[in-house]
């Protein structure tokens, strides 16, 4: 009997210029790589051209209609996308039948924090969760945020989502607690930390001494606040630019960090608000190149998750500018939760109070997150470790 490879597909919305999307990936195929290095791997993702060239494995385009994820006002683009959703049925479960495992890596899949209409992602889910069922192939939402969904159709379409997944694991224990709540039956799903925590920490650059980082985001508020999305942006624009004008008028270099292309536009308007050589922007085009932009800080405040993951594994004093409970959750795991600070409301007064209070306790803050990113690995070897007892019990063979 020879042994053929075990055939294993990532989904999600990959290499659509979500670094925190990515990074989560990347620490799955890391997994891959080293504890099945025999897998055969393709995916199912936003932005498969991206994906097969940083990554090195086959990619499919995620939606048949590319327009997917652009409004439809005309009647061609609505007839485009009702057929898409259609075909998407048949290629979502073609895909998922040529695999044994399906991995969801990370990601906020099962959460609603930011703007989502039902039918775009909560509805490309499902179909791969029933997919799977139907064809027999085993998939796994692993290291995945939850969080509790008001509207009612993405909150069915992300309950039956997790109820019809063969595996379950979670970031935090509020996403667990989320799902219990929405009626899964959680009893055997882990928590462990955020799979991003995993990828390796580069090494140490040159510091540069009194540079603040500053994590920015194209924020509008969630789901339930698209009534007043357009104020909410205002009052973060406008006092993230007005703490980091102060910043500059003390001296200091200030950093602007992004984790989604649609940041730009933020990273901008504070530059010109400002109109100062000490504010820079970053390129960073991964997890890993954000970590190491955080290890040459003094200190970094941050809005995006994965911004926030990024600089507390690099070890660096942390500040987070909280637009959604995981985020006030994760800096508490990490003994940092005295350090937030409402995104929504943002106090340009009190957040410069909380950064200087951070700065004062930096060594020991520092302490405090070496011995928090150790506790970190050995979960996640736990997470990696019932992975493979879950997904990989007795790899498939065939009898050429």
Known sequence: MKQRPVRVGVFGLLGSGNLGNDGSLEAVLGYLRAEHPEAAVDALCGGPEFVTARYRIP????????????????AGAILGKGLGKLVDVVRTAAWVRRHDVVIVPGMGVLEATLPLRPWGFPYALFLLCASGRLVGTRVALVGVGAAPIRDRATRALVRWSARLAAYRSYRDTMSRDAMRAMGVDTARDEVHPDLAFSLPTPAAPDPSPGRVCVGVMDFHGGNDDRARAGQIHRRYLDGTTRFVRTLVEDGRQVRLLTGDGADAAVVTAIIEAVGSPLVTASDAASLTELMAETA?????????????????????????LSYAAKSDALMDRMGLGAYCHPAREVDPDRLLEQFRELEKRSAELRQTLAERNLAVARRLDQQFTALTAALFPNLPKDSS
Request: charged share 20%; with cysteine; glycine share 4%.
């Open 296 to 320: 040459a800080a003094d200190s970094v405040v941050a809005t995006r998750y994965h911004n926030l993951i990024c600089a507390l594994k690099s070890g660096t004093p942390t500040l987070a």
């Open 59 to 74: 990619a499919t385009r995620l939606h048949w209609y590319r327009g997917e994820y652009r409004t439809a006002s005309r």
